[in-house]
T-cell receptor, first 113, second 114 residues
Framework: LAKTTQPISMDSYEGQEVNITCSHN???????ITWYQQFPSQGPRFIIQ???TKVTNEVASLFIPADRKSSTLSLPRVSLSDTAVYYC??????????????FGTGTRLTVIP | DTGVSQDPRHKITKRGQNVTFRCDPI?????LYWYRQTLGQGPEFLTY????????KSRLLSDRFSAERPKGSFSTLEIQRTEQGDSAMYLC????????????FGDGTRLSIL
């Protein structure tokens, strides 16, 4: 089971870049890393997914070092609407089995005006 | 954009009653997942379908929980003889059936047991 560890909470001012790191020491060779964002009373929303090195899309970047034992979600210039809980998820049901999918407690990001 | 739809959004029931939730995944998504989420915790896996086949259930899942996906489209999750500890948000997600694909979640059904 590729359990993950994230900081419980983070605060940031508007306009700052935020980096949230997730540790996953037991990641398997075939595991992908996926990050989700969740607002209160809503389901998680996909942000970004990657396997190694760096992935960038229109909302975030994902940095994965060579050993893949951690990953960092980078949110550029956060706004108040980025206040949410962020989860990293390691693995995929088709590869590692759904029983091995572990969301953890996530990181509660609070953006301050 | 027709995302994952869940019904009802809220359910309040007395302890001991049975409840059933429905999930309509994104059209043509072959994989469907059910999760449970309690306050301050991340989603906890319950069960997983590939088309109409239930491929996995959580090792910790009580036998009071059952799920179906009869035609490989919508799915239902039933909880029999509800208990106080069943109070939670029940989330459904779907994903395409091939490759490594992110899951698309619905906004859940919030169950409150009186």
């Amino acid at each position: 089971l590729a359990k993950t560890t994230q900081p419980i909470s983070m605060d940031s001012y508007e306009g700052q870049e935020v980096n949230i790191t997730c540790s996953h020491n037991n990641i398997a060779t075939n595991d992908y890393i996926t990050w989700y964002q969740q607002f209160p009373s809503q389901g998680p929303r996909f942000i970004i997914q990657g396997y190694k090195t760096k992935v960038t899309n229109e909302v975030a970047s994902l940095f994965i070092p060579a050993d893949r034992k951690s990953s960092t979600l980078s949110l550029p210039r956060v706004s108040l609407s980025d206040t949410a809980v962020y989860y990293c998820l390691v693995g995929d049901a088709s590869q590692t089995g759904a029983n091995n999918l572990f969301f953890g407690t996530g990181t509660r990001l609070t953006v301050i005006p | 954009d027709t995302g994952v739809s869940q019904d009802p959004r809220h359910k309040i029931t007395k302890r001991g009653q049975n409840v059933t939730f429905r999930c309509d995944p994104i059209s043509e998504h072959n994989r469907l997942y059910w999760y449970r989420q309690t306050l301050g915790q991340g989603p906890e896996f319950l069960t997983y379908f590939q088309n109409e086949a239930q491929l996995e259930k959580s090792r910790l899942l009580s036998d009071r929980f059952s799920a179906e996906r009869p035609k490989g489209s919508f799915s239902t999750l039933e909880i029999q003889r509800t208990e106080q500890g069943d109070s939670a948000m029940y989330l459904c997600a779907s994903s395409p059936g091939t490759g490594i694909q992110p899951q698309h979640f619905g906004d859940g059904t919030r169950l409150s047991i009186l």
